[in-house]
């Protein structure tokens, strides 16, 4: 029953933006952390963003100044504002959040990824 659903990825030349969106749904009574990964082709899967539910972000040192987590907890939304992109930054993007289920139970869960494609 629950969802994480992302969008927003896509192709853009090196330089330019990408907003990423993640929006959760389902039977959840509330949402902690949530953040993004990413994973390049041969590449292990590595953090990008994390944000807990009270606005606290942490961020890799790659993305520093380039990059911007923000998130709705109305809408059990969170965002990803890439700005400056560089072909590195050429991946699947994951993203995940903490949640606390109306039973009590608490465990992460995984979007299904969206491509962002930088070109030189």
């Known amino acids: 029953q629950v969802q994480l659903v992302e969008s927003g990825g896509g192709l853009v030349q090196a330089g330019g933006s990408l907003r990423l969106s993640c929006a959760a749904s389902g039977s959840i009574f509330s949402i902690n952390a949530m953040g993004w990964y990413r994973q390049a082709p041969g590449k292990q899967r590595e953090l990008v963003a994390t944000i807990t539910s009270g606005g606290s972000t942490n961020y890799a040192d790659s993305v520093k100044g380039r990059f911007t987590i923000s998130r709705d907890n109305a809408k059990n939304t969170v965002y990803l504002q890439m700005n400056s992109l560089k072909p590195e930054d050429t991946a699947v993007y994951y993203c995940?959040?903490?949640?606390?289920?109306?039973?009590?139970?608490?465990?992460?869960?995984w979007g299904q990824g969206t491509q962002v494609t930088v070109s030189s």
């Open positions: 995940n959040a903490d949640l606390t289920y109306y039973s009590g139970y608490r465990d992460g869960y």
